[in-house]
């Protein structure tokens, strides 16, 4: 018997995106995080982190591998509305931008210093649905140079080497919302988190030697409060802030397979049963956001039609 061809739910975005009319309401400027002699020429991310949220929502910033003519470059994008004031002159007396290679996109051809998909990326971070859900206890958005993290009540921590349960409190799987510009994805990946205590159980005096090895020591470190459900960066290392690194050899989570399911999305579902829900909603409620302004045209997950997963 023949196989049934069945519709297929990717995660690559298809939509399209206007950045001339965004750049009429909002000001968009770009930091390359190495100069052209491979040397750190960008402010560190924790006080760019920091004036994001100090900045209670006037600056958007977000961290994006983009590719421009024939190379791939890191990059950090600072986003703010116009009617916010914050012109170039202004960012400049920040001090965390004074020494910056700061760059306006309205002064480059923008297209090709600002893709579709890292526009994508700034206007998402504007979206309110992630603070909604705070409110339910659910899920947190974090100012993380625009990454969004969100947590999932009940999820399987793992067992240890001795089968035992990892402690919740000390070992976190978090979420992370993903944009990936070379495949114009949106994707959902694990991150774990280790708090420094469990590090220093399992090493003892040899602590710092391994952290060292694995070029932990730097940071970033991470407070995470899960009864009310925040992360943030912290200026350095205590016995309870938290590293992005896994406990175990071999134990760092992967990326979410890209094939997603269909199924319908109604107020009902749980968003701690379902990681794909959540992607659903972000885009629908993205989309009834910016409904009207001219910025993006109605964003969807593309559909291909296949008999098997692997075609």
């Not at 001795?162 to 070379?182: A, P, W, Y």
Request: proline share 3%; aromatic share 12%.
């Amino acid at each position: 018997m023949a196989n049934k061809e069945n519709l297929i739910t990717t995660n690559e975005l298809v939509g399209e995106v206007y950045l001339d009319k965004i750049l009429a309401d909002y000001d968009i400027f770009f930091m390359d995080c190495l100069d052209e002699d491979n040397k750190a020429a960008y402010p560190s991310k924790f006080l760019l982190n920091d004036l994001a949220e100090s900045s209670k929502g006037k600056l958007l910033v977000c961290y994006q591998k983009v590719h421009i003519g024939d190379e791939w470059k890191s990059r950090i994008y600072v986003m703010t509305a116009k009617s916010n004031g914050l012109t170039e002159a202004k960012l400049r007396n920040y001090p965390v931008f004074k020494r910056s290679n700061l760059t306006p996109a309205a002064a480059v051809t923008g297209k090709e210093q600002i893709s579709d998909i890292t526009a994508i990326k700034l206007l998402t971070m504007n979206v309110p649905f992630a603070t909604q859900l705070n409110q339910k206890g659910k899920m947190a958005r974090c100012n993380l140079l625009g990454d969004l993290f969100f947590y999932i009540k009940d999820i399987n921590q793992g067992k240890d080497k001795k089968g035992g349960q990892f402690n919740r409190r000390r070992q976190v799987v978090l979420f992370r919302l993903c944009f990936d510009e070379q495949s114009k994805t949106m994707y959902i990946a694990n991150s774990l988190f280790t708090q420094v205590k469990l590090f220093k159980e399992k090493y003892g005096e040899e602590f710092k030697d391994k952290l060292a090895e694995r070029n932990l020591l730097t940071g970033p470190f991470y407070w995470i409060n899960l009864d009310d459900m925040t992360i943030r960066q912290c200026r350095k290392m205590t016995d309870d802030c938290y590293l992005k690194a896994p406990l175990y050899k071999n134990e760092k989570p992967t990326a979410i397979d890209g094939a997603m399911k269909n199924f319908a999305l109604d107020k009902d579902t749980p968003f701690d049963h379902s990681k794909y829900g959540f992607a659903y909603q972000l885009l629908s409620s993205f989309n009834s956001y910016y409904e009207g302004t001219g910025y993006v045209s109605k964003l969807s997950f593309k559909e291909v039609k296949a008999k098997t997963i692997s075609a």
